[in-house]
């Protein structure tokens, strides 16, 4: 097995207990490629080296993290469209918004390598005679990164790039789907001049790898994002040995379109924000919370820009929604086309597997006209499958909108400015958009939720310093 494919541990790229093959869902006869898997044992020995070099990281001067930083970032958006392409082809994006991911990624590296240059504190005269207080941050120690599959760079690297930012060392965990992306990331950061053991990569399965970290008391801080569910298992884990945790899970994230909205712009925010990216975002809007008024005709405009949408393989011009991501995914989005059905909702378009010329997981998106209490309308799908909800006035539409157990983005659409403030201020989400899909975000600003999306600091921009460093508090008697 080439050097390329395999994991890296300590400085040094080895060899996996086993193989497995990364498809691409856009065209199952031509994977992506065959990637080793390490087990418990080689996890382990990733967190070893990745605490042995902590303290050489941890003291490495700010200058030297933001170079390594810095360099990372500039590789990354040289090579966009290659990595673009790659990111395409193993996870089935449209390859514009695959191009856009990478590059996003690398505008992620050089923002925390200016961060690692920013890094400060405070200073405070003590409330004793003769004492100076200084607060300073100090990296956190070893850090797990646990990946999901649907943000395959942009997610590791707003986890990555902080990290060592703050000077920190990692084990990093891709997800299974996309070994091919988590390896192409790490090569690029293995050349970065980092001691070796700051960062490792080690592609390999949740329950095998993943364990490994979240239960390794060597690892000082588990960063995860996935599902809800894996979250909880995390967030057992970690607690139990009281290490620090911050988990990003799902979302059943509103749109909500007044009548009195710009019903173009409501569309195509319905549109960017359900089916885009095929759904999997957990940024989604999939609930499309409209007032009476317009609720005809908007539905009647989405169903008209939906039809313009062209589905099919991630690297072909023109596609605007990719194949689903793996079979498993497609067979959960149909079985809640039939959940839906069967609980009364009315399908109104879509919601179908299609055949493309090349073997896939293909579906076209889905509209349903339904009701708060169907379990489409409440459960995260993960897939291009929105839900029309009626409201009476604004007023229903919000406590419709915060009607979940999810926080993450809350969007709405409407011309009024004492409406959109209202909604911005009462929202329950840790994202609020207007006039915007509830999907696509900044790269330098926090990203998180609330309620049953997100535990712990906020991720990106300046706040991220809240997860990936301790704060000292030192007293000095002149
Ligand atoms: P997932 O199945 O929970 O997997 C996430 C990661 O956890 C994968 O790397 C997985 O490894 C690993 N894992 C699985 N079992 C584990 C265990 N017992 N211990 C430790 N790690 C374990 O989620 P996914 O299907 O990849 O991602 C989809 C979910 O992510 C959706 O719910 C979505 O909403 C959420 N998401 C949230 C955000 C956010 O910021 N809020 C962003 C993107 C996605 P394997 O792949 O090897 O199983």
């Not at 690297?157 to 920190?168: Q, R, S, V």
């Not at 406590?399 to 004492?418: E, P, Q, V, W």
Request: hydrophobic share 40%; with cysteine.
């Amino acid at each position: 097995m080439q050097n390329s494919f395999r994991n890296y541990i300590n400085g040094r790229w080895e060899t996996g207990v086993t193989t497995s093959t990364s498809e691409n869902p856009s065209d199952l006869a031509s994977p992506v490629g065959d990637y080793v898997r390490g087990d418990r044992e080689q996890a382990e020995l990733a967190i070893r080296a990745a605490a042995e070099a902590a303290p050489a990281w941890g003291f490495a001067t700010p200058q030297r993290r933001a170079d390594a930083l810095d360099q990372i970032g500039s590789e990354i958006l040289a090579r966009k469209d290659e990595l673009g392409e790659l990111l395409a082809r193993e996870e089935g994006k449209a390859l514009p918004e695959a191009i856009g991911e990478a590059a996003r990624a690398g505008n992620i590296f050089k923002f925390f390598a200016g961060e690692a240059l920013r890094t400060a504190g405070e200073k405070l005269a003590s409330v004793r005679p003769g004492i100076e207080v200084d607060v300073t941050r100090e990296p956190v120690g070893v850090v797990g990164i646990i990946a999901p599959w649907n943000f395959p760079f942009a997610i590791p690297a707003w986890k990555i790039a902080p990290a060592l930012a703050y000077g920190n060392t990692v084990v990093f965990k891709p997800a299974e789907l996309v070994p091919a992306c988590g390896w192409a990331l790490s090569e690029i950061v293995s050349r970065a001049g980092l001691p070796a053991g700051a960062f490792n990569l080690v592609n390999g399965s949740g329950r095998q790898v993943g364990q490994a970290i979240v239960e390794s008391r060597l690892v000082d801080a588990v960063t995860f994002t996935g599902s809800e569910s894996t979250g909880a298992q995390v967030m057992q884990a970690t607690a139990a040995r009281g290490a620090k945790v911050q988990l990003e899970m799902g979302g059943k994230n509103p749109l909500v379109v007044l009548a009195d909205a710009d019903l173009d712009q409501a569309v195509e925010c319905a549109v960017q924000g359900a089916f885009f990216s095929t759904g999997q975002r957990c940024t989604a809007s999939s609930r499309l919370i409209v007032e009476a008024a317009v609720h005809d005709k908007f539905v009647s405009r989405l169903r008209e820009r939906m039809r313009s949408l062209k589905v099919g393989h991630a690297l072909a011009r023109g596609t605007d929604i990719g194949p689903v991501a793996s079979r498993a995914q497609l067979e959960q989005n149909l079985a809640y086309i039939v959940i839906g059905r069967e609980e009364g909702a009315e399908l109104v378009m879509g919601g179908e597997e299609i055949k493309a010329p090349t073997p896939g997981h293909y579906m076209s998106p889905a509209l349903f006209l339904g009701k708060p209490e169907h379990r489409i309308a409440r459960e995260e799908i993960f897939g291009p499958v929105a839900v029309v909800l009626r409201a009476d006035g604004y007023e229903e539409a919000l406590a419709m909108a915060n009607d979940t157990r999810y926080g993450l983005c809350a969007g709405i659409c409407t011309g009024s400015l004492k409406h959109a403030m209202h909604f911005r201020r009462h929202a329950q989400a840790g994202m609020v958009m207007v006039n915007l899909p509830t999907a696509g975000v900044d790269y330098h600003v926090p990203f998180g939720g609330r309620k049953g999306s997100s535990h712990g600091p906020r991720e990106q921009g300046r706040h991220a310093a809240e997860f990936y460093t301790t704060v000292k508090t030192a007293y000095t008697h002149a």
